[in-house]
């Protein structure tokens, strides 16, 4: 009997260090291979966090996604502590952070040391890199943005919202192009919606 307790104990151990290990793991992968920051950096985090590892759901993720990006803060960061935090508590949450922090970090410090702005903008290698870099991200930015209308079951009927968001916020309209406007227009409209719905529910009950 106590040797089975022990190896139970043992196993449930190198479980959990394993989960930390590929929390950590999972999220400098992250933060090391995704330029352009923001929304270049979803459909890498969404294949880590949800088609290989199973740590959330989909549609779970598309509702992290909304809150990580209605909060202060950067968006790659807020998603890492939500899901390490989900997982682990405060330990996961503060290494799953750390793993997205710490490759941009590094890359930052050793770019600041070596390299100067003049050398990058002279050296036709660098400059070159960089050019080859740009359209990769837009790539990467359109992506996660089909996939996120593809789980919010957008249809023609709810097309025009954020179609009508994205001209608001491009065009230089003052307050009327502020993000936050239209994220609290969001969830005041989210909440109208679910509140009618349940006053018909409760309607056809009576």
Same mark, same amino acid.
């Given at each position: 009997?106590?040797?089975?307790k022990?190896?139970?104990?043992?196993?449930?151990?190198?479980?959990s260090?394993?989960?930390?290990?590929?929390?950590?793991?999972?999220?400098?992968?992250?933060g090391?291979?995704t330029?352009g920051?923001g929304?270049?950096?979803?459909?890498?985090?969404?294949?880590?966090?949800?088609?290989?590892h199973?740590?959330?759901?989909?549609?779970?993720?598309?509702? =992290?996604?909304?809150?990580?990006?209605s909060?202060?803060?950067i =968006?790659?960061?807020?998603?890492?502590?939500?899901? @390490?935090?989900?997982?682990?508590?405060?330990?996961?949450?503060?290494?799953?952070?750390?793993?997205t922090?710490?490759?941009?970090? *590094?890359?930052?410090?050793?770019i600041?040391?070596?390299?100067?702005?003049?050398?990058?903008?002279?050296?036709?290698v660098?400059?070159?890199?960089?050019?080859?870099?740009?359209?990769?991200?837009?790539?990467?930015?359109?992506?996660? +943005? =089909?996939?996120?209308?593809k789980?919010?079951?957008?249809?023609?009927?709810?097309?025009?919202?954020p179609?009508?968001?994205?001209?608001?916020?491009?065009?230089?309209l003052?307050w009327?192009?502020?993000?936050?406007?239209?994220? +609290?227009?969001?969830?005041? @409209?989210?909440y *109208?919606?679910?509140?009618?719905a349940n006053k018909?529910?409760?309607?056809?009950?009576?």
């Open positions: 009997m106590d040797s089975r022990g190896k139970t104990i043992d196993t449930v151990t190198s479980d260090k394993n989960i930390y290990l590929q929390l950590f793991a999972s999220f400098f992968k992250i090391a291979f330029f920051g929304w270049a950096m979803i459909s890498i985090i969404e294949r880590e966090i949800v088609d290989k199973h740590w959330i759901e989909r549609d779970d993720f598309l509702d =992290l996604l909304a809150i990580a990006q909060l202060p803060g =968006l790659a960061v807020n998603i890492a502590t939500a899901v @390490g935090d989900k997982l682990k508590g405060t330990r996961g949450s503060m290494l799953a952070a750390a793993g922090i710490l490759p941009s970090f *590094l890359i930052i410090l050793a600041a040391i070596f390299l100067t702005p003049d050398i990058i903008k002279n050296n036709r660098i400059s070159s890199i960089f050019m080859g870099i740009r359209p990769a991200v837009v790539a990467l930015i359109i992506a996660p +943005v =089909l996939t996120s209308a789980a919010a079951k957008l249809t023609w009927k709810t097309i025009w919202i179609l009508i968001t994205a001209l608001m916020i491009s065009l230089d003052g009327f192009s502020n993000p936050i406007l239209y994220i +609290v227009l969001g969830g005041l @409209g989210g *109208l919606f679910w509140a009618l018909q529910i409760h309607s056809k009950n009576k």
